[in-house]
Protein backbone atom coordinates (compact mmCIF):
# COMPACT_ATOMS: atom_id res chain seq x y z
CA UNK A 1 0.00 0.00 0.00
CA UNK A 2 0.69 3.85 -0.73
CA UNK A 3 -0.60 6.64 1.39
CA UNK A 4 -0.63 9.59 -0.14
CA UNK A 5 -1.80 13.08 0.95
CA UNK A 6 -4.40 15.11 -0.70
CA UNK A 7 -4.42 17.97 0.49
CA UNK A 8 -4.86 18.45 4.44
CA UNK A 9 -8.35 17.26 4.88
CA UNK A 10 -7.84 13.96 2.25
CA UNK A 11 -5.95 10.52 1.93
CA UNK A 12 -5.18 8.29 -0.79
CA UNK A 13 -4.55 4.89 -0.24
CA UNK A 14 -3.49 3.22 -3.11
CA UNK A 15 -3.28 -0.93 -3.55
CA UNK A 16 -1.79 -1.30 -6.69
CA UNK A 17 -1.32 -0.18 -10.44
CA UNK A 18 -3.83 -2.41 -11.93
CA UNK A 19 -7.19 -3.28 -12.34
CA UNK A 20 -8.05 -6.87 -10.93
CA UNK A 21 -10.19 -8.77 -8.82
CA UNK A 22 -7.59 -9.24 -6.07
CA UNK A 23 -7.15 -5.47 -5.53
CA UNK A 24 -10.64 -4.74 -5.76
CA UNK A 25 -10.89 -7.35 -2.92
CA UNK A 26 -8.74 -5.58 -0.54
CA UNK A 27 -10.05 -2.12 -1.14
CA UNK A 28 -13.52 -3.79 -0.38
CA UNK A 29 -12.22 -4.78 3.04
CA UNK A 30 -10.47 -1.73 4.04
CA UNK A 31 -13.35 0.40 3.24
CA UNK A 32 -15.62 -2.25 5.62
CA UNK A 33 -13.01 -2.04 7.82
CA UNK A 34 -12.94 2.11 7.92
CA UNK A 35 -16.56 2.15 8.24
CA UNK A 36 -17.01 0.04 10.98
CA UNK A 37 -14.31 1.75 12.92
CA UNK A 38 -16.84 4.79 12.73
CA UNK A 39 -13.35 6.86 13.13
CA UNK A 40 -14.28 10.67 14.54
CA UNK A 41 -13.47 13.34 11.72
CA UNK A 42 -13.87 10.97 9.03
CA UNK A 43 -16.51 12.59 6.16
CA UNK A 44 -16.42 10.39 3.56
CA UNK A 45 -15.11 7.19 1.68
CA UNK A 46 -14.44 6.06 -1.67
CA UNK A 47 -13.72 3.12 -3.22
CA UNK A 48 -12.16 3.42 -6.66
CA UNK A 49 -10.60 0.69 -9.05
CA UNK A 50 -7.15 0.78 -7.34
CA UNK A 51 -7.34 3.31 -4.10
CA UNK A 52 -9.10 4.63 -1.63
CA UNK A 53 -9.77 8.30 -1.00
CA UNK A 54 -10.35 9.28 2.84
CA UNK A 55 -12.18 12.65 2.92
CA UNK A 56 -11.56 13.97 6.65
CA UNK A 57 -11.64 16.66 9.33
CA UNK A 58 -8.04 17.82 10.00
CA UNK A 59 -9.42 18.93 13.24
CA UNK A 60 -10.99 15.49 14.02
CA UNK A 61 -8.92 13.18 13.08
CA UNK A 62 -4.95 12.67 11.41
CA UNK A 63 -4.02 11.29 8.33
CA UNK A 64 -1.63 8.72 10.17
CA UNK A 65 -4.80 7.33 12.35
CA UNK A 66 -6.33 6.91 9.49
CA UNK A 67 -3.30 4.92 7.51
CA UNK A 68 -2.44 3.18 10.84
CA UNK A 69 -6.06 1.55 11.52
CA UNK A 70 -5.91 0.36 7.58
CA UNK A 71 -2.59 -0.86 7.78
CA UNK A 72 -3.95 -3.02 11.00
CA UNK A 73 -7.16 -4.02 8.78
CA UNK A 74 -4.63 -5.24 6.10
CA UNK A 75 -2.81 -7.19 8.38
CA UNK A 76 -5.50 -9.43 9.19
CA UNK A 77 -7.20 -9.41 5.46
CA UNK A 78 -3.32 -10.76 4.39
CA UNK A 79 -4.21 -13.82 7.34
CA UNK A 80 -7.44 -14.54 5.75
CA UNK A 81 -8.14 -13.14 2.22
CA UNK A 82 -11.07 -14.63 1.56
CA UNK A 83 -12.69 -12.65 4.40
CA UNK A 84 -14.28 -10.24 2.22
CA UNK A 85 -17.79 -11.28 1.65
CA UNK A 86 -19.85 -10.19 -1.44
CA UNK A 87 -23.57 -10.37 -2.93
CA UNK A 88 -25.01 -11.25 -6.33
CA UNK A 89 -27.72 -8.54 -7.03
CA UNK A 90 -30.07 -9.63 -9.84
CA UNK A 91 -31.17 -7.10 -12.64
CA UNK A 92 -34.08 -7.48 -14.62
CA UNK A 93 -33.37 -6.27 -18.12
CA UNK A 94 -35.78 -5.78 -21.21
CA UNK A 95 -33.72 -5.86 -24.29
CA UNK A 96 -34.01 -4.38 -27.51
CA UNK A 97 -36.97 -2.62 -29.39
CA UNK A 98 -37.02 0.63 -27.87
CA UNK A 99 -35.47 -0.04 -24.82
CA UNK A 100 -32.53 -1.10 -26.36
CA UNK A 101 -32.30 1.21 -29.89
CA UNK A 102 -28.86 0.14 -30.62
CA UNK A 103 -29.26 -3.75 -30.40
CA UNK A 104 -28.90 -3.83 -34.40
CA UNK A 105 -25.46 -2.07 -34.21
CA UNK A 106 -24.24 -4.72 -31.55
CA UNK A 107 -25.63 -7.52 -33.66
CA UNK A 108 -24.58 -6.40 -36.86
CA UNK A 109 -20.74 -5.31 -35.53
CA UNK A 110 -20.23 -8.84 -33.30
CA UNK A 111 -21.83 -11.01 -36.19
CA UNK A 112 -23.76 -11.92 -33.42
CA UNK A 113 -28.02 -12.65 -33.76
CA UNK A 114 -29.80 -10.51 -31.15
CA UNK A 115 -30.43 -13.42 -28.79
CA UNK A 116 -26.64 -14.88 -28.37
CA UNK A 117 -26.05 -11.16 -27.50
CA UNK A 118 -28.16 -11.48 -24.86
CA UNK A 119 -27.43 -14.55 -23.99
CA UNK A 120 -23.43 -13.66 -23.40
CA UNK A 121 -24.52 -9.98 -21.64
CA UNK A 122 -26.84 -11.78 -19.01
CA UNK A 123 -24.44 -14.77 -18.56
CA UNK A 124 -22.07 -12.89 -16.47
CA UNK A 125 -21.60 -11.95 -12.82
CA UNK A 126 -20.23 -8.57 -13.25
CA UNK A 127 -17.91 -6.88 -10.42
CA UNK A 128 -18.86 -3.45 -9.34
CA UNK A 129 -15.46 -2.08 -9.16
CA UNK A 130 -16.86 1.08 -8.46
CA UNK A 131 -19.19 4.05 -8.28
CA UNK A 132 -19.02 7.65 -9.99
CA UNK A 133 -20.00 9.42 -13.33
CA UNK A 134 -22.96 10.18 -12.80
CA UNK A 135 -24.75 9.02 -8.88
CA UNK A 136 -24.63 5.18 -8.45
CA UNK A 137 -23.32 4.66 -12.22
CA UNK A 138 -21.15 1.27 -11.79
CA UNK A 139 -18.11 0.18 -13.54
CA UNK A 140 -18.67 -3.28 -14.39
CA UNK A 141 -15.84 -5.89 -14.57
CA UNK A 142 -16.24 -9.15 -16.84
CA UNK A 143 -18.02 -8.98 -19.88
CA UNK A 144 -17.59 -11.33 -22.32
CA UNK A 145 -15.04 -9.74 -24.81
CA UNK A 146 -17.08 -11.34 -27.81
CA UNK A 147 -19.88 -8.78 -27.70
CA UNK A 148 -17.65 -5.57 -27.09
CA UNK A 149 -18.84 -2.65 -29.18
CA UNK A 150 -17.25 0.68 -29.65
CA UNK A 151 -19.15 3.71 -28.65
CA UNK A 152 -21.23 5.89 -30.07
CA UNK A 153 -19.53 8.29 -32.76
CA UNK A 154 -21.53 10.89 -31.93
CA UNK A 155 -23.38 10.93 -28.08
CA UNK A 156 -26.58 11.48 -26.89
CA UNK A 157 -27.76 14.56 -25.63
CA UNK A 158 -30.33 12.10 -23.63
CA UNK A 159 -30.14 8.76 -22.06
CA UNK A 160 -33.35 7.75 -19.87
CA UNK A 161 -32.96 6.53 -16.50
CA UNK A 162 -32.39 3.00 -16.23
CA UNK A 163 -30.98 2.48 -19.89
CA UNK A 164 -28.12 -0.39 -20.02
CA UNK A 165 -25.35 -0.10 -22.56
CA UNK A 166 -21.64 -1.29 -24.01
CA UNK A 167 -18.50 0.81 -24.57
CA UNK A 168 -15.38 -1.06 -25.48
CA UNK A 169 -15.41 -4.03 -23.53
CA UNK A 170 -17.56 -2.58 -20.67
CA UNK A 171 -21.25 -2.24 -19.38
CA UNK A 172 -22.99 -0.81 -17.15
CA UNK A 173 -26.21 1.39 -16.43
CA UNK A 174 -27.24 4.98 -16.54
CA UNK A 175 -29.09 5.32 -13.44
CA UNK A 176 -30.00 8.78 -14.04
CA UNK A 177 -31.28 10.75 -17.39
CA UNK A 178 -27.88 12.15 -18.58
CA UNK A 179 -25.98 12.11 -21.94
CA UNK A 180 -24.07 9.41 -23.13
CA UNK A 181 -22.22 7.67 -25.44
CA UNK A 182 -22.69 4.14 -24.69
CA UNK A 183 -23.89 1.65 -27.55
CA UNK A 184 -27.85 0.71 -25.94
CA UNK A 185 -28.73 -2.52 -25.48
CA UNK A 186 -31.72 -2.52 -22.79
CA UNK A 187 -33.31 -0.97 -20.15
CA UNK A 188 -33.82 -1.97 -16.31
CA UNK A 189 -37.09 -0.51 -14.65
CA UNK A 190 -34.81 -0.78 -11.56
CA UNK A 191 -34.16 2.44 -9.82
CA UNK A 192 -30.50 2.39 -9.50
CA UNK A 193 -30.32 5.63 -7.84
CA UNK A 194 -33.56 7.51 -5.95
CA UNK A 195 -32.81 10.13 -3.42
CA UNK A 196 -35.62 9.53 -1.42
CA UNK A 197 -34.32 5.98 -0.48
CA UNK A 198 -32.06 4.97 2.24
CA UNK A 199 -29.46 4.46 1.05
CA UNK A 200 -29.92 6.04 -2.25
CA UNK A 201 -27.47 3.74 -4.34
CA UNK A 202 -28.99 0.65 -5.03
CA UNK A 203 -25.33 -0.75 -5.94
CA UNK A 204 -22.14 -0.98 -4.40
CA UNK A 205 -18.96 -1.73 -4.75
CA UNK A 206 -17.27 -4.51 -4.25
CA UNK A 207 -20.51 -6.59 -4.92
CA UNK A 208 -21.84 -8.18 -7.60
CA UNK A 209 -24.74 -7.91 -10.05
CA UNK A 210 -26.03 -10.12 -13.33
CA UNK A 211 -28.26 -8.78 -15.60
CA UNK A 212 -31.62 -10.49 -16.10
CA UNK A 213 -34.02 -10.96 -18.90
CA UNK A 214 -37.49 -9.96 -18.99
CA UNK A 215 -40.29 -9.84 -21.13
CA UNK A 216 -42.33 -6.73 -21.66
CA UNK A 217 -44.90 -7.78 -19.50
CA UNK A 218 -42.74 -8.49 -16.71
CA UNK A 219 -41.18 -5.19 -17.24
CA UNK A 220 -44.44 -3.29 -16.94
CA UNK A 221 -45.05 -5.09 -13.18
CA UNK A 222 -41.53 -4.88 -11.89
CA UNK A 223 -41.94 -1.21 -12.75
CA UNK A 224 -45.40 -0.76 -10.95
CA UNK A 225 -43.73 -2.23 -8.46
CA UNK A 226 -40.75 -0.27 -7.91
CA UNK A 227 -42.60 2.95 -8.43
CA UNK A 228 -45.41 1.55 -5.49
CA UNK A 229 -42.12 0.62 -3.49
CA UNK A 230 -42.83 -3.02 -3.18
CA UNK A 231 -40.59 -4.04 -5.28
CA UNK A 232 -37.32 -6.11 -4.07
CA UNK A 233 -34.32 -7.37 -5.83
CA UNK A 234 -33.11 -10.51 -6.10
CA UNK A 235 -30.06 -11.06 -3.96
CA UNK A 236 -27.77 -13.82 -3.09
CA UNK A 237 -24.54 -14.35 -1.71
CA UNK A 238 -21.36 -14.53 -3.86
CA UNK A 239 -20.26 -18.30 -4.49
CA UNK A 240 -16.43 -19.16 -4.80
Not at 30 to 50: C, F
Not at 60 to 81: H, K, L, N, Q, W
Not at 160 to 188: D, K, M, N
Request: avoid cysteine; hydrophobic fraction near 40%; glycine fraction near 12%.
Amino acid sequence: MRFLNAGDSGLVIEFGNEISEGINRRITYATGKLDQAKLPGILDIIPTYRSILVNFDPFGISAREIADTVAAAMIDFSASPGAAESEVIEIPVLYGGDKGPDMDFISAHTGLPPEEVIRLHSSADYLIYMIGFTPGFPYLGGMPKEIATPRLQKPRAVIPAGSVGIAAGQTGIYPVESPGGWQLLGRTPLKIFDYNREPPFLLAAGNYLKFVPVTEDEYAAIEKAEAEGTYRPVRRGKEG
